[in-house]
């Protein structure tokens, strides 16, 4: 069992409360997910940055680190969240950071790669990570959190949703896949990389490998509708877009509410019952196999 | 008329106090307010009483249900009135998966659409869903039945025991052992009690086709025999 929630806003007013809205619904998921949290937001965008979060094993040993890390690279523009940091630089330093990265002994990896997008997990309630990240006063555009109750494999931080194979791109996952060996075995040989043995970052990886080749958001999970074999409610985040997509037997539960300011998404209603409007909100399940996308133009 | 606010207090304290009420409980009308989705809310009530809940709520509300009557005005989640015994559940929205699951008896409305497995393992209680009924509804029914206004999923009454399947509308698919049945006078009477029972004697009977079991999967064929 786990949680998400989801939620991609229309109305730019509601842009400085999206952290606390959406701290707001993982806090309810706890109950579905309370090994470890994590979530996507979408904020603001640099000209000419990009932003990479990094994530330190020890948060006490993070500085150190860091200070290693600006020897071989010169200074970084970074923003500190407890154990994540975000750093921003021009795209064409992504892959020496990388590199000077490979040459520390460890403890510290890349979450995420975005324009806008940053990702924070960590192990713990999910109360307490959004706490710690203090997810309650950052702004955006949309965010996708997730709350893990772990079934199959450990509890570590690399196991939390969401995860991120492309840059601004995003998919968190409630389910188990059954082929995922297979498909990443074919999505290695078409060159992709991954980071765990989790079946959800496959699905992260095929997605990023299918609109890599040219798909939509949209297109792409409906092609997953038939090379993904397995139980799984799907939501996906990119620069501008925000999707859902459940099995064809609707597995996982799902429920989703659309008012002219945003579109929500929640394993329960629960987690959809404090959002402002939801009174007067279509709410809805979203079928299985159907694939559900939103797009915006300013992105 | 007691008003309980599931915004100040827990569901724990609200059924806790439905379960204490005697046989004779002059407290005969309850409304709730603020259900919020939670779960749970108003199960296992034995006592005829009626419980009025403003607004959505989540998994299992009404379960186990016994005498009571319980009218939701908002949404369903997962087990809507499962495994019923007596009484009724009326909700005006849409309820999710596996609404009226496994119920004995009593009688399930759903002024909406419900989804995936409406009905699964039903054992006798008479469900009525206004709107359209999702995938693989009446999986296993064994008794009662199943009346739908508008249209059926994939997959319906797959492996079905008994049960009385009405549908109004149009049908995605039949499941395994599922055929469509011609009505007899006594499917029609039945059909009509559970239409009155839900205040829609409006809806002409005719109007529905009946969808049961072909018994060719749980009579042991001799054509098989070989097979064990």
Redo the contacts between chains.
């Keep these: 069992m786990c949680g998400i929630a989801g939620l991609f806003l229309k109305n730019s007013a509601l842009e400085p409360n999206l952290g606390a809205l959406v701290s707001q619904m993982i806090g309810v998921l706890s109950d579905r997910g309370p090994d470890s949290a994590g979530f996507a937001i979408y904020g603001d965008r640099r000209d000419g940055l990009v932003k990479v979060t990094l994530r330190f094993a020890e948060t006490s040993a993070a500085k150190t680190l860091l200070a290693e890390l600006e020897g071989e690279v010169g200074p970084l523009d970074c923003i500190f969240r407890d154990s994540h940091c975000v750093v921003s630089l021009p795209f064409g330093e992504i892959d020496g950071l990388k590199a000077a990265l490979g040459k520390l002994p460890g403890g510290v990896e890349i979450v995420s790669i975005g324009d806008r997008m940053e990702i924070y997990k960590e192990v713990g309630l999910p109360k307490q990570v959004t706490a710690r990240f203090k997810l309650d006063g950052m702004s955006g555009t949309h965010a996708i959190g997730h709350t893990r109750m772990a079934t199959e494999s450990a509890v570590t931080t690399r196991g939390a949703h969401p995860f991120s194979t492309g840059a601004d791109q995003c998919l968190v996952h409630n389910g188990s896949l059954s082929n995922h060996n297979a498909v990443r075995r074919e999505l290695i040989r078409e060159g992709m990389e991954f980071a765990t043995e989790n079946d959800s970052e496959v699905a992260a990886g095929y997605l990023t490998w299918r609109m890599r080749g040219g798909d939509s958001l949209k297109d792409a999970l409906a092609q997953s509708l038939r090379d993904l074999d397995g139980f799984y409610t799907f939501v996906v985040g990119t620069r501008s877009g925000f999707a859902v997509l459940r099995d064809p037997i609707a597995c996982k539960p799902a429920v989703m509410a659309e008012t002219d300011d945003y579109v929500a998404f929640g394993s329960e209603y629960r987690a959809l019952a404090a959002l402002p409007g939801i009174g007067s909100a279509r709410v809805f399940e979203p079928e299985p196999a159907v694939v559900y996308a939103w797009e915006r133009g300013d992105a | 008329m007691p008003d309980f606010d599931l915004a100040d207090a827990p569901v724990r304290e609200l059924n806790a106090m439905l379960h204490a009420l005697p046989p004779d409980t002059n407290e005969t009308r309850w409304s709730i307010r603020n259900p919020?989705?939670?779960?749970a809310i108003a199960c296992g009530l034995d006592r005829a009483i009626t419980v009025e809940i403003a607004g959505?709520v989540?998994?299992y509300c009404g379960g186990m249900n016994k005498h009571a009557t319980i009218l939701i005005d908002g949404?369903a989640?997962?087990g809507l009135g499962e495994n019923m015994m007596s009484g009724e559940v009326r909700i005006t929205?849409?309820a999710?998966?596996a609404a009226g699951a496994t119920g004995c008896g009593g009688l399930l409305v759903i002024g909406g659409n419900a989804?995936?497995r409406c009905g699964i393992s039903m054992k006798g209680i008479d469900i009525v869903v206004m709107g359209s009924i999702?995938?693989?509804s009446a999986f296993m029914a064994q008794a009662g039945n199943l009346v739908v206004l508008g249209d059926a999923g994939e997959a319906l009454g797959d492996s079905i025991y008994e049960a009385r399947l009405f549908v109004r509308g149009s049908v995605a698919s039949l499941g395994a052992d599922c055929i469509e049945k011609t009505m007899s006078a006594e499917d029609e009477a039945a059909l009509a009690g559970v239409l009155a029972k839900a205040d829609l004697a409006h809806v002409p009977t005719k109007s529905f086709k009946l969808y049961g079991s072909a018994r060719k999967l749980y009579h042991f064929h001799v054509d098989n025999a070989d097979a064990y």
């Design positions: 919020g989705g939670k779960h959505h989540g998994y949404n989640g997962v929205g849409d999710s998966q989804s995936a999702g995938p693989m």
